[in-house]
């Protein structure tokens, strides 16, 4: 039951790309022309249709893993530990070793389809701007950069649960608490910039454009930042993220690329004496 009803939101949006309608609703008519619109819905389809199988997949595997992956994967790190001349009685460098264990064996199983995703559906559509050495680069890099941080937190985890006797499950709601806080603030000042280059938008009109709306609404913006998103993919985002008083906004530089933010005054300027000066000379030439 737990399978279907995690794979029914998959299904349902799948069906609705299926029966939708080729053309674009009367609403966005005036934003999106016919063709726009059907390649965007046949990059969904296909999406939804490697979602849901990807996702049959991932629970036939977590179901393999409940009955019997487990058990199985934890006497591996136990064999592994006693090689070293540690016993059962060493649960965290045990748990350490099982960590990695179920971190590889997740590594392996995803790798096909991160692949296909990345480097068939993406690539077919226009969007994936990886190379295979970006690409396997990148992902060493996040295997070498996540793996101490979850052992560690997995292990202090474990050792507020056996110090914290029975009121340990406050203590561990404290803890994972304050890992959540500790790395939204660490994660994006730190552990991003590692995997992209992140630099301040420059002083112009659309900087001062934003600055203006935030203000405006009260939003406390102190940092400006466009991130180089197009060497992955060229999808636009834009996302804001911190606490309090120190909030920061970061737009991918595609945004700026594909021209979907709003150009200033000056370059529209620009555009229209050039279109004036093309003009110009095609009335010559004729």
Known sequence: ????????????????????????????????????????????????????????????????????????SWYLALLAAESFGYGIEDELLITSIWIVICTLFNVVIELPFDVYSTFVIEERHGFNKQTPAFF????????????PIMIAI???????????????FIYAWAFVFTVILILATVYPNYIAPLFDKF???????????????????KFPLTKLYV???????????????????????????TLLEDGL??????????????????KEEDRKSG
């Open 261 to 278: 933010l709003p150009k200033s005054k000056e370059e529209e300027k620009e555009e229209k004496e050039k279109e004036e000066k093309e």
């Open 154 to 168: 997995i292990l202090l985890l474990i050792y507020i649960i056996q110090w914290g006797g029975p009121y340990f």
């Open 227 to 253: 991130v180089e998103g197009s060497k992955r993919s060229a999808h636009s985002n834009a996302y804001l993220y911190g606490f309090f008083k120190n909030k920061r906004i970061v737009l991918f530089d």
């Open 1 to 72: 039951p737990r399978d279907s009803c995690a794979l029914s939101p998959t299904f349902i949006s799948q069906r609705n790309l299926i029966r939708s309608s080729n053309c674009p609703p009367d609403e966005v008519r005036s934003l999106i022309d016919e063709k726009t619109f059907q390649k965007s819905r046949l990059y969904q389809l296909e999406k939804s249709n490697f979602a849901f199988y990807h996702g049959f997949f991932s629970q036939m595997i977590t179901t393999a893993l409940i009955f019997g992956g487990l058990p199985i």
């Open 136 to 147: 396997v680069k990148d992902n060493v890099k996040k295997l070498l950069v996540w793996t």
């Open 199 to 217: 630099t301040l938008l420059p002083e112009g009109n659309l900087r001062t454009s934003i600055e203006k709306l935030a203000a405006s609404l």
